[in-house]
């Protein structure tokens, strides 16, 4: 590391710690941050037991330290169409002198046996029905990430000590074709609860033709938005203290006269710091993915001047993605705005490696580590070649 970045990593970090340090002393003393994780327990169990018999075949409480690498078996053999929910409290720490952690609603992940596909929720709650045989198992995910869909992590296996703080997780095993209609009706239950049941009822699809990459995975960031008058469709983004990846195919040779035409509306930035560091790195932008596994990611900036180009500053995407500054600061916030880049010109000069072909389109909206809002909407998203064009959005 340059003392130029070693530098600019403590002055963000400084920012932080003084803005954590505010936090806590404006906090009233009596003012938990979260609720007590027993407190928060008894009351989901007296719930449960209010609740008539035959409703809940079991339940169970699982303690997930975020030190303990993944994965935790639950103790259950579940059998294909058995539904599940879990409610989920606590906090995994990055930092607390600089009050950095991620919530159950990125931090937890389940599986159906060791063959089973990962996945989590979009909140601190979710529903599920197994569509294999198996054993339940949960994971505190970060700072892993999965290297294959069954759970391998590919990177971060050991850095677990590093981090600190864990997560509770209340299990409930519904009885047949009873769960979700009984949370539908928990109009009197206790907050996690009723929080499950109102995800249940408002969920969130992405775009037709778009998906989440698998291993950040799903989210409610981004939906269908308002088409423009000339009827052009738009994608709507709202990320806070979120993260995701919202992707689309597609096959363009990557050539010399080769481009990205968008459109974009920034309402808001998720972050009021440069973006170049772990634990500022928040930020709004579109992205493409090339055949060699490398992206470019295209973002407005909070405070970078437009032209900087860095790697990633996260460890597990430091390899494979670069970002480029493409608008800076406040000024054209909240107006439509055209974009184009040359994506031959910008990978060779950028990347430099040997990739022949675009594979993918992405979106990416991340909130999570200053649990700021960001606001976007996108249209006109299109890849040309020539006198070709390739429609994305």
Not at 52 to 59: E, K, L
Not at 167 to 180: A, D, F, I, K
Request: aromatic share 10%; proline share 7%; charged share 20%.
């Amino acid at each position: 590391m340059s003392l130029r970045t070693h530098a600019r990593d403590l002055g963000v970090a400084a920012r932080l710690a003084a803005r954590a340090w505010r936090r806590r002393l404006s906090r009233p003393r009596s003012a938990a941050e979260l609720p007590d994780h027993a407190d928060w327990r008894a009351g989901l169990e007296a719930w449960l037991r209010s609740l008539p018999d035959g409703v809940v075949a079991d339940h169970r409480c699982i303690e997930l330290p975020a030190t303990r690498p993944p994965w935790t078996d639950c103790g259950w053999q579940l059998q294909p169409g058995e539904v599940v929910t879990w409610f989920a409290t606590g906090r995994v720490y990055l930092s607390r002198a600089l009050d950095l952690w991620v919530p159950p609603s990125f931090q937890l992940w389940g599986r159906v046996g060791t063959a089973g596909s990962v996945f989590r929720g979009t909140r601190a709650t979710h529903t599920f029905e197994a569509t294999s045989v198996g054993t339940l198992q949960l994971a505190s995910y970060f700072p892993g990430e999965w290297a294959t869909t069954d759970g391998t992590l590919g990177a971060g296996a050991d850095d677990y000590d590093k981090v600190s703080g864990g997560m509770t997780v209340l299990l409930v095993r519904w009885s047949p074709g009873v769960g979700v209609a009984r949370l539908m009706q928990a109009a009197d239950g206790p907050e996690p609860v009723r929080a499950e049941a109102a995800r249940l009822a408002t969920l969130v699809r992405p775009p037709d033709g778009w998906d989440y990459l698998w291993y950040l995975g799903p989210g409610e960031i981004f939906r269908p938005g308002v088409p423009l008058p000339s009827g052009q469709p738009t994608v709507c983004c709202d990320t806070h203290g979120d993260v995701g990846i919202l992707r689309r195919p597609v096959h363009v040779p990557l050539e010399p006269d080769v481009t990205l035409h968008w459109r974009w509306r920034v309402g808001a930035l998720p972050a009021d710091l440069r973006e170049d560091t772990l634990p500022s790195h928040d930020y709004l932008s579109i992205a493409v993915e090339f055949d060699d596994g490398q992206d470019l990611t295209y973002y407005w900036s909070a405070a970078l001047p437009v032209g900087t180009v860095y790697r990633c500053p996260l460890p597990t995407w430091k390899d494979k993605e670069t970002h480029v500054v493409v608008r800076s600061g406040t000024a054209g916030l909240g107006r439509w705005l055209d974009e184009s880049r040359d994506l031959h010109a910008d990978y060779h000069r950028m990347i430099g490696g040997p990739a022949r072909s675009i594979v993918r389109v992405w979106l990416i909206a991340n909130s999570l580590f200053l649990r700021g809002q960001g606001r976007c909407e996108y249209a006109a998203i299109e890849v040309r070649r020539g006198g070709e064009v390739v429609k994305v959005l």
